[in-house]
């Protein structure tokens, strides 16, 4: 058996600990060379022009102390390639929005006490503009168009009520945005989580947090009141065919009511019109079909049913009301769309670190070539140290 020679191990060691030192030091005069640079040409600049270092220095830091002064904190850019446009003029915090049932306008309410009307045809240009109506002695929550896109209604914060305002077309194009002399009167006694116009135009309808829903008419009245009994409300809408409200909450079902009116269009009444049960769960919102004959809600994020679909059957009860099925899950699959952030690089891809010119950064440079010869040295120590002592075993 033939033992390694220990001057080669030695070498090896030595010769890695004196390139990790070299790599070191040429990185450590590069920095050094460059900030020699720096120094002697700002201080060309400072004699040329006729003033004293110190002074010149002092000026600078004050000038770099004023303009972080006056700099506003950036905005976030956002950017993706399906981005079509990014709308800035709120100047708080924007709580809802809302499109008209057109297409050709985007209502975006704030905590600055505005709401913003902007045109869809705007999107794709350089400049957004938008008209604006301002809330007097409150701020908007929650805002909504009315279905011929003359007016639209908002949630007042501090109120707690509705407030109507009316669009009136100019002749130059733009609109002017008048409140109603009264605001809706005030009945809820928790927060709303959602209001809704019905397509039809005939009632308004407002959802509080705790079990309540609201059915108002145009000027104010309260028609109908509907206790829910889920404990709470978490979501309430009107179906697109303005027939139904539905809600849910607490309990692991949705809840639909009927909202019957006359041949004449007067109201008559608010009936319970059916359940949909099938989950374990709270539920948390739904949604209808844009034809009324198909509903969706997801489950809580514990249930192991994550979405459940309901079509109206081809049979119907008796009275006309339409009876839900629920649908296979082959007709859905519950499959969800992968969204993968922009403007990051994958995991599998990774930036070239840079060397910065901090002297604490050249420090752990050196540390670390320190630490690393150091290894080396004592890892041939170990190796020459088993090496003698198979020597002595095999000369025994």
């Known amino acids: 058996m033939e033992l390694p020679q220990l001057p080669e191990l030695m070498g090896l060691s030595l010769l890695l600990g004196l390139l990790a030192l070299m790599a070191t030091a040429a990185v450590a005069r590069g920095w050094w060379l460059r900030a020699e640079e720096e120094t002697s040409s700002r201080s060309a600049g400072q004699k040329a022009n006729g003033l004293p270092l110190d002074k010149s220095l002092r000026s600078k830091k004050q000038k770099q102390h004023q303009r972080v002064r006056k700099e506003k904190p950036q905005q976030h850019n956002f950017t993706h390639r399906l981005l079509a446009a990014a709308l800035k003029s709120h100047s708080g915090n924007i709580s809802c929005m809302d499109f008209s049932?057109?297409?050709?306008?985007?209502?975006?309410?704030?905590?600055?006490?505005?709401?913003?009307?902007?045109?869809?045809?705007?999107?794709?240009?350089?400049?957004?503009?938008?008209?604006?109506?301002?809330?007097?002695?409150?701020?908007?929550?929650?805002?909504?168009?009315?279905?011929?896109?003359?007016?639209?209604?908002?949630?007042?914060?501090?109120?707690?009520?509705?407030?109507?305002?009316?669009?009136?077309?100019?002749?130059?194009?733009?609109?002017?945005?008048?409140?109603?002399?009264?605001?809706?009167?005030?009945?809820?006694?928790?927060?709303?989580?959602?209001?809704?116009?019905?397509?039809?135009?005939?009632?308004?309808?407002?959802?509080?947090?705790?079990?309540?829903?609201?059915?108002?008419?145009?000027?104010?009245?309260?028609?109908?009141?509907?206790?829910?009994?889920?404990?709470?409300?978490?979501?309430?809408?009107?179906?697109?065919?303005?027939?139904?409200?539905?809600?849910?909450?607490?309990?692991?079902?949705?809840?639909?009511?009927?909202?019957?009116?006359?041949?004449?269009?007067?109201?008559?009444e608010v009936v319970r019109a059916f359940e949909l049960k099938g989950h374990s769960a709270a539920v948390h919102f739904f949604a209808f079909s844009n034809d009324s004959r198909r509903y969706l809600w997801p489950d809580d994020w514990l249930s192991s049913l994550p979405f459940k679909f309901f079509q109206v059957s081809q049979r119907a009860a008796a009275g006309g009301v339409p009876v839900w099925e629920p649908?296979?899950?082959?007709?859905?699959?519950?499959?969800?769309?992968?969204?993968?952030?922009?403007?990051?690089?994958?995991?599998?891809?990774?930036?070239?670190?840079?060397?910065?010119?901090?002297?604490?950064?050249?420090?752990?440079?050196?540390?670390?070539?320190?630490?690393m010869a150091t290894w080396a040295l004592s890892f041939s120590l170990r190796r020459l140290k088993l090496l003698t002592g198979w020597s002595h075993m095999l000369a025994e």
């Not at 969800?336 to 604490?360: D, H, I, M, Q």
Request: glycine share 6%; aromatic share 10%; hydrophobic share 35%.
């Open 327 to 371: 649908l296979p899950p082959r007709s859905f699959p519950p499959s969800r769309p992968r969204v993968e952030p922009t403007g990051r690089k994958p995991c599998g891809e990774l930036s070239t670190p840079a060397f910065s010119n901090k002297p604490r950064e050249l420090f752990l440079l050196l540390l670390l070539a320190a630490v």
């Open 101 to 268: 049932s057109n297409g050709k306008y985007l209502a975006t309410c704030a905590d600055d006490r505005t709401v913003r009307i902007w045109s869809t045809k705007d999107f794709l240009q350089r400049e957004h503009r938008s008209m604006r109506a301002n809330v007097e002695l409150d701020h908007a929550t929650l805002v909504r168009f009315s279905p011929d896109c003359r007016a639209f209604i908002v949630w007042l914060a501090n109120g707690d009520t509705l407030r109507v305002f009316k669009m009136t077309k100019r002749e130059d194009g733009g609109y002017t945005f008048t409140a109603t002399p009264e605001d809706f009167p005030k009945k809820h006694k928790a927060p709303v989580v959602n209001i809704g116009i019905a397509d039809t135009g005939k009632f308004i309808m407002t959802a509080s947090s705790d079990t309540t829903i609201l059915i108002w008419n145009l000027k104010g009245h309260v028609l109908s009141t509907i206790n829910t009994n889920q404990m709470n409300n978490t979501h309430a809408a009107i179906s697109p065919c303005s027939r139904f409200v539905a809600s849910c909450g607490f309990t692991p079902d949705v809840k639909v009511w009927e909202v019957c009116f006359g041949k004449k269009g007067d109201f008559q």
